[in-house]
């Protein structure tokens, strides 16, 4: 049996896949079946972030796993204490206490739990502060409290009744967010840079807005940087990149990772500061799996390598490089170029998709139909949304290879255009 033949035979639909069998990877190219190479600047949408099977993931997986794969949280973790150590001092540079799990999913599920227990616990049942605003276009996961926050009608279809307490706003509208706050509200939740609703970011206004509402209202700020977050932004907080020279002062009372975190192993993770963080104490919220050594190891390994190897520093290198490519380029397809570090969105003129040869006839939105012909020319990528491609190439990401992807970006793109 072929790949394609076992998958639809025992694994579950729930997936729209790309008709291409992954196989095996050098470097910052992934190989199919056929041996076709493949320039990966999806890299698991931003979750190889030193690119697939570096060395120091190899090592941690050997070496911890020699040594002591699973333990339950029920005893102390070494690895994990390491591993909080390095999040609340180097990542957050702030007091605070961390918990660990398997996904970003998972870890919005603890923001909301973590939000509605600490107003429960300060105000009680009875003031009902428990509704959790959140932010139109934004993704949280797809458990059902997950996409209870998101704010995409899309992901709730058929998932009736939904969990009861979110209010969504439009993304970097300071007077409607002002307006949705009430007494009721538990916290205020949004992804600093929107990943799947577009590669937008928050505006500083919108940002020193939520703070301030933060304060007058004595409810949590949460940020979600599942995707932004763990130095794909230049720096490891994706909301620091975007406030920075704005001044604007403000800092979350929590925040969620993945992706990238692990740098391909799953693990996830949420941060607390310290007035918060005892709201989830004992029986309030767990995993199995969570911060196992293994899961540990690996992660603390990537972030150390992330920090050592000078990777951020070449994010902002990077990002610069392409911006300066792109100003110099001109392509009817393309509209602009959003989004901060190396999540950076291209936004595709829809209009002047009209006159691409085979896009009508596709059914495919304007991101897809790209993504599929910018797979042709050997280039991974992945959209976001409904007219952006994105670029997540791995934190490492070489001269070379940014030199390629361009290569193919503007041959593809020029070729459509005519």
Known sequence: ???????????????????????????????????????????GIAVCSLGHCPAVVSEALREQGDKLIHCSNLYLIREQAELA??????????????????SGAEANDGLIKLARKRAFDKYGKEAGKNVIITCKQSFHGRTLGGIAATAQEKVKIGFDPLLPGFLHVPFNDVETLRDAVSDTTAGILFEPLQGEGG??????????????????????????????????????????????????????????WAKGFGGGFPIGAIWADEVCAPALGPGTHGSTFGGTPLASAVALAVLEEIENSGALENVKRQEKVIRDKVEAWNNPLVDSLRGVGLMLGFVICEDAMTGVH????????????????????????????????????????????ISEAFDIFTETLDGLSG
């Open 85 to 102: 150590r390095f999040v609340v001092e180097k990542m957050m540079e702030r007091a605070g206490k961390v918990f660990f799990c398997n």
């Open 199 to 256: 590669i937008n970011p928050a505006t500083p206004e919108f940002i020193a807005a939520a703070a301030e509402l933060r304060d007058q209202h004595d409810l949590l700020l949460m940020f979600d940087e599942v995707q932004v977050g763990s130095g794909r932004s230049g720096d490891w907080c994706g909301w620091r990149t975007i406030l920075k020279g704005s001044g604007v002062v403000a800092e979350p009372d929590a925040v969620s």
């Open 1 to 43: 049996m072929t790949t394609a033949e076992l998958t639809d035979q025992y694994v579950l639909g729930n997936y729209g896949r790309f008709p291409v069998a992954m196989s095996r990877v050098e470097g910052g190219y992934i190989f199919d079946e056929e041996g076709t190479r493949y320039l990966d600047f999806a890299t």
């Open 358 to 401: 085979g896009f009508s006839e596709s059914g495919n939105a304007p991101a897809l139909f790209l993504v599929n012909k910018l797979m042709d020319a050997g280039m991974l990528t992945a959209p976001a949304g409904d007219n952006v491609v994105r670029w997540l190439p791995r934190l490492n990401v070489t001269d070379e290879e």
